[in-house]
């Protein structure tokens, strides 16, 4: 997905994009997308059923140490987490999220970017309308989408 292409896909719910994430704390008067959403259980629920996904996924499963699985799912919750407006934990922790670069030792091509959409739309698809309405749920799909096609490193 290009640029342009993403900012068109977002242009009509931009309004609900996270703020604050670098300009210091989200103020009293400002609900973030991630308290909009169910805050920490939301993104909790949404990774650890990406992650039993992965743990299944012939293409995924082995991108991943054995003994460091658990791990991973913690990285990616605590980012998803500070991205969308949450507690700050993942840059306490690990410094700034570099993600290209935190992914650049492993090889990801499109089958690699597919599996993990594939695994990522699963795991959205699943929590209820009622915590994640449509227009949330498609600003969250456009950043993954984006994300994903942003860490592709390999041609194949």
């Known amino acids: 997905m290009t640029r342009p292409a993403i900012r068109a896909a977002i242009a009509p ?3 609900l994009l996270p703020t604050g994430r670098d300009n210091g704390p989200v103020t009293e008067q400002t609900t973030s997308f991630y308290d909009e959403v169910g805050g920490a259980e939301t993104f ?3 990774v650890s059923r990406f992650y039993q996904l992965v743990r299944d996924d012939e293409i995924l499963r082995p991108l991943y140490p054995d003994d460091d699985l ?3 799912e913690e990285r990616l919750r605590m980012f998803l987490e500070q991205y969308w407006g949450g507690p700050r934990t ?3 922790q690990r410094g700034h999220p570099r993600l290209r670069m935190r992914h650049a030792p492993f090889k990801v091509g499109p089958f690699e970017r597919d599996a993990w959409l594939r695994c ?3 795991a959205v698809g699943e929590i209820d309308a009622q915590t994640l309405d449509e227009a949330h749920r498609q600003v969250l799909l456009n ?3 984006m994300a994903a096609h942003s860490m592709v490193n390999s041609p194949f």
Do not use: K
Request: proline share 0%.
């Open 44 to 46: 909790r629920t949404l």
């Open 13 to 15: 719910v931009a309004t």
């Open 70 to 72: 658990d791990g991973a």
């Open 120 to 122: 990522m739309h699963t």
């Open 90 to 92: 993942y840059s306490d």
């Open 143 to 145: 950043y993954l989408e």
